[in-house]
Nanobody
Framework: QVQLVESGGGLVQAGGSLRLSCAAS????????LGWFRQAPGKEREFVSA????????YYADSVRGRFGISRDKAENTVSLQMDSLKSEDTAVYYC???????????????WGQGTQVTVSS
């Protein structure tokens, strides 16, 4: 069992930056891949980014590649998502997820946080 708690969401103007963090706890969270998904009103939850359990491999959705950066601190069991050049279409609830492997489908991830709201004003 892994517990995930997100923080760092908020309101930002278009072009601005935010940094999301997710603290993982429970049974061996360092052995899990960690990822970020987002869900806008009326839309399905979509993959944003993920990082392998070693931290050696990172993955990004095309819509955020070059603007977002994912990293993890194995010692602290945290994963961060640095979001730069934010656009209004980035507005969504952002969720942290954990699983033994990386997938772009939300239903492939076992553990989820409660989510944090990111609102980008134009």
């Amino acid at each position: 069992q892994v517990q995930l708690v997100e923080s760092g969401g908020g309101l930002v103007q278009a072009g601005g930056s935010l940094r999301l963090s997710c603290a993982a706890s429970g049974r061996n969270p360092g052995n899990y891949a960690l990822g970020w998904f987002r869900q806008a009103p009326g839309k399905e939850r979509e993959f944003v980014s993920a990082i392998s359990w070693t931290g050696a491999n990172t993955y990004y959705a095309d819509s955020v590649r070059g603007r977002f950066g994912i990293s993890r601190d194995k010692a602290e069991n945290t994963v961060s998502l640095q979001m730069d050049s934010l656009k209004s279409e980035d507005t969504a609830v952002y969720y942290c997820a954990a699983d033994t492997g990386v997938a772009t489908r939300a239903d492939m991830w076992e553990y989820w946080g409660q989510g944090t709201q990111v609102t980008v004003s134009s």
